[in-house]
């Protein structure tokens, strides 16, 4: 029986794991893909801090990963299917084996909605993105469009005013959902131009995005717009399917936890981006991942009367 089991290879989940290897617990995480997370996804990082000219995500995560392997954190390539939680186990069921533990963390993260419109896949870190706090600066001086009409997607288009030149903030209806406050210091932003009753239909670009191509939903006219980044802003998804009925997650399916990043379940720990929080970074991650490796070890601890 393992101590700990942390599920998730990310900033949150090698956080934990280095933490709990290095306090020499009998630990382990399960990673359903190369280790590294989201981050992999990312050609540059210039806002995690230690790294003043910024750092390639890929290497980013290549020492991230390292780290807690130089402690003896043994990490499997496999894919968790099922959690059963019987009062002090844990079982943790993958494509392998079924394993038991005494405490539990997970750090499946979350994804991006995407739009599903073709050269979106192909240019992203080239230009599409999903985050403007993480590649908004790349963008200095240069037009940018914006996709989404809620909180986030106005918040993003106003952060995106420090950088951009002009900012094309694309909505499928003639207003937004987002609250009326953001709205009015967006309307009042001359950099941000509204694209109304618009979806986007093509990011044109081969190595880089170049343009964008839009269809009003009520005209059914197709339009251009000559942009160097295309900022995605539909909604984020919760990898949460693994818990959906054992812990208590918000109305958006985030998993919930007090600040210790435990559960509803004693012994069951969640950190970063799947937990119910507004911020979603690798800083705020490996915060979290560490609180959640401490609280862990704790529980374990007092399960056995240390
Ligand atoms: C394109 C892009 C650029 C970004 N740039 C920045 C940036 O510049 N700065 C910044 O601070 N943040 C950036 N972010 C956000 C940052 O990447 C996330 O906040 C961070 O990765 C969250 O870490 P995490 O460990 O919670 O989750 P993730 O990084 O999502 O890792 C979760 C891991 O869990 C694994 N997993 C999920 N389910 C299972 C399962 N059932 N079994 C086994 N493994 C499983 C996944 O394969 C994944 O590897 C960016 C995000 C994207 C998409």
Known sequence: MYDILIVGGG??????????????????????????????????????????????????????????????????????????????????????????????????????????VEGESNLMGRGVSYCATCDGPFYRDQPVAVIGGGDTAVEESLFLTRFASRIYHVHRRDELRAVKLLQERAMAEEKIEFVWDSVPLRILGADGVEGIELRNVKTGETSRREVQGVFIFIGTLPNTELVQGLVDLDDAGFVLTDDQMETSVPGVFAAGDMRSKSFRQISTAVGEGAAAAHGAEKYVEDMQGV
């Open 11 to 116: 900033p949150a989940g090698l956080t934990a794991g280095l933490y709990n290897a290095r306090a020499r617990m009998n630990v382990a995480l399960l990673e359903k893909m190369a280790p590294g997370g989201q981050v992999l996804t990312t050609d540059w990082v210039e806002n995690y801090p230690g790294f003043p000219d910024g750092i390639s995500g890929f290497e980013l995560m290549d020492r991230m990963k390292g780290q807690p392997e130089k402690f003896g954190l043994e990490i499997r390539s496999e894919d968790v299917l099922r959690l059963e939680f019987r009062d002090d186990r844990k079982l943790v069921t993958t494509n392998r084996e079924t394993y038991e533990t005494r405490a539990l963390i997970l750090a499946c993260g979350a994804s991006w909605k995407k739009l599903g």
